[in-house]
């Protein structure tokens, strides 16, 4: 008989026999009952890992028994204890965020804010959603402490406190919040998130006095919001009042079926027309359901649709547009094919010279033949042209966090007030909370908006903010980046070289010439 104790290593060695040798049968025999010894000892530890709350411990102990042979029912079993370890690990984070920024929300806003960015830089999250994260941990500690509890002992997940955290925003009565924590925690450790949520509905319904405020207050949180992901579409999410949203997707779901019967007659006449011809029928891709929905979602937003399915836009002919586009001088005057960008997309050097002989008028973003960009030194603080230029340039993302700025602020790294002049290389482009950081002295910013920016909180956490290039071209930033980055942030510890002069260029000497 063995006994099980928590350093005991399951792995069955094996000799594997040299060419020409024979293994006996001994041997082998041996072999299977050492292999099948260390399988039923794992089974055992993992028996007994389920029968109590996780440990740190048992990390060590998994390791050894996902190296065993595990029948089926043994390897659920380790699925099992890896997913109680997942949970465990989650409210050992929770603790840790709750013991740094603290289990109330801190008198002064703007050291919550710090915090949250320090937060996520921790643990690769925005300061938004650090932010949201943050005022979790701090309501489940403080509303539900049994979940916490429950958390790190594995018996419910991190996504039933999150359900719990959702619909229970809107009741504030401390006697009903109980009364649903309790009844709630009975349910999380037998229930998975689905049904879950149903319960937790169920419980604010009955307990919640005061249904009919909270619901109103629901009703303020209707919103559309945009997700761009980044590969030529984007999502967007309507919420709204329930009846309403019922609505609009009933209509949207008659509009699609529309076009589907729409696109499957183009697609028979398609057919026929090949039979008739003698020729091969076309291939054809089905119109989806949910391509479908889209299409009418935009059909009845901005346009129609034909008698073919075919989305039909009505642009209004008067309306003029103006479009940005950068583009090097060189690139411009046919000495050099680099890339050039309209907007936020990439485009060809000859796409981007068509695009200017079509254009009624051209309006240039710099003073002189050379492409030197606009410095307005020291008498001018927020002029609107090196603004759309800042922002631009760093593509409407915030310098400091990270995160997607499309409503930010252009930021003077040396004040304004100090000497700092409005140039190019003077100015970044921050969200207002970052700004707002920056400005109270809660975060130190060092360096040139063209280079390398190195940030400081109050904790000591130092972060190089690295810029984007402003105009991408892969045989000339190859040699620096040997990549296209965006902006990205390095944590070091190490000392870092000081900013630039203040009478310094605008534009490095050697740089190649700025965008137009």
Known sequence: MFEYHEDMDFRSETYPAPPGVTVSLVEHTFHGIVSQLASELAMEALAE?????????????????????????????LMTVGERLTRFLAAETMGQVVDYVGAAENPDYRRDQVAAQEVGHATGRTPGSSDYRIAFYRRLVQE??????????????????????????????????????????????????????????????????????????????????????????????????TEEMAAVRSRLDEGARQLQDADKAAHEKAVADAGAAGIEPPKHERLTSGQARSDAAVALLIGTVDATGTVVYHPRSAMRVCLELVMDVATLEGRRDGVARLGEETISAATARELLDLAESVRPVTVDAMGAMLDYGTEVYLPGRQRRHVARRDRYTCRACGRRATRGEMDHIIEFLAGGPTASWNCQWLCPRCHRLKTDGLLHVEGRADADLVLTTPSGLVLVSLPPPYLEDPERDVHRWGHQPPIGFKVTPRPWASPTSDDAAPDDEGRDTPPF
């Open 144 to 241: 539900f402490p049994d979940f916490p509890v429950a958390l790190r002992a594995g018996e419910v997940s991190l996504a039933h406190c999150q359900i719990l955290d959702e619909e229970t925003r809107d009741t504030d009565d401390p006697v009903a919040l109980r009364k649903i924590a309790h009844h709630a925690l009975l349910a999380a450790a037998s229930q998975p998130a689905g049904p879950f949520r149903r319960t937790v509905r169920t419980l604010v319904k009955r307990y919640d006095a005061d249904a009919a405020a909270r619901r109103r207050r629901a009703q303020r949180r209707r919103d559309v919001r945009f997700t761009d992901h980044g590969d030529g579409l984007t999502t967007m999410q309507l919420t709204g009042r």
């Open 49 to 77: 890992m389920l029968g109590r709350a996780p440990r740190w411990s048992d990390f060590a102990v998994v390791e050894t028994c996902r190296k065993a042979d595990l029948e089926p029912a043994g390897q659920l079993m």
